[in-house]
């Protein structure tokens, strides 16, 4: 039951070609930034990746779009990355936008194994096109499809060694919903513990969904904007 590997490169190893990839993260907050680092090293290519963003040009995520590692973004939030701008426009990257809370839902859709879920967000725009809507109400909602993917890497705060997880404040985000919807979920973790550390209450993931856990070393935990309040 032992799920802890000797470093990140080990957990990715069979990570292949043109695999789907769930990654964890909002902007730069919450990235497995050692497994993302591992990714690179192991230049795999093809890559969809399903996450809410695609970090900036030269961090996160970025850094495997700029190596030309990534053939599609599912994503909600595109900004802080010129890289991505520049290969979206010139036909490079395959895009598929979703409003944040529809991407977070399907991918919850996937883990639960639900099969679709009718919402009200992107009717009449872009989102909707080819998609069926429904009349519920009075209203008109759109049909949106689960999210599932073969690999999810995610950053927990503390992790025991069967892979139960506790996430810390908003680095939280989607991943404890990636975890659920992927086939093999890897985890990069701040602390790792003996089983029977962590409270049971306080579990965000349980085991049954991690597969794969290693000690995060030398995180940057970056931050887009560093912005402070005017002092008086």
């Not at 991505?84 to 895009?95: A, C, I, K, P, T």
């Not at 409003?99 to 992107?122: D, K, M, N, S």
């Not at 503390?158 to 404890?176: C, Q, Y």
């Not at 659920?180 to 513990?193: F, G, P, S």
Request: glycine letters at 10%; one cysteine or more; hydrophobic letters at 40%.
């Amino acid at each position: 039951m032992n799920k802890v590997v000797a470093s990140a490169e080990e957990a990715v190893k069979d990570i292949p070609d043109n695999a789907t990839i769930m990654s964890g993260g909002f902007g730069l907050c919450g990235n497995p930034e050692n497994l993302i680092t591992a990714l690179l090293k192991k230049n795999v290519k093809g890559l969809t990746i399903i996450a809410n963003n695609c970090g900036t040009t030269d961090l996160g995520l970025g850094v495997l779009l700029k190596n030309k590692q990534v053939k599609k973004m599912v994503s909600s939030y595109v900004g802080e990355n010129k890289e991505f701008e520049r290969q979206f426009l010139s036909g490079e990257l395959q895009v598929e936008l979703n409003p944040q809370g529809t991407l977070a839902e399907r991918i919850r859709a996937g883990g639960a194994g639900i099969g679709g879920f009718f919402v009200r967000t992107g009717v009449g725009t872009e989102v909707a096109k080819g998609k069926e809507v429904r009349v519920i109400d009075g209203h008109e909602y759109v049909l949106e499809s689960p999210l599932t993917a073969d690999f999810a890497i995610v950053r927990a705060w503390k992790a025991d060694m069967w892979g139960n997880l506790v996430f810390r404040k908003t680095a939280r985000n989607f991943s404890p919903l990636m975890c659920m919807a992927a086939k093999i979920t890897i985890v990069e973790a701040e602390h790792i513990v003996n089983v029977g550390e962590i409270e049971p209450d306080h579990v965000h993931v349980p085991s049954v969904y991690v597969n794969r856990i290693v000690l995060s070393h030398g995180l940057n935990k970056w931050i887009e904007r560093r912005t402070v309040r005017p002092r008086a």
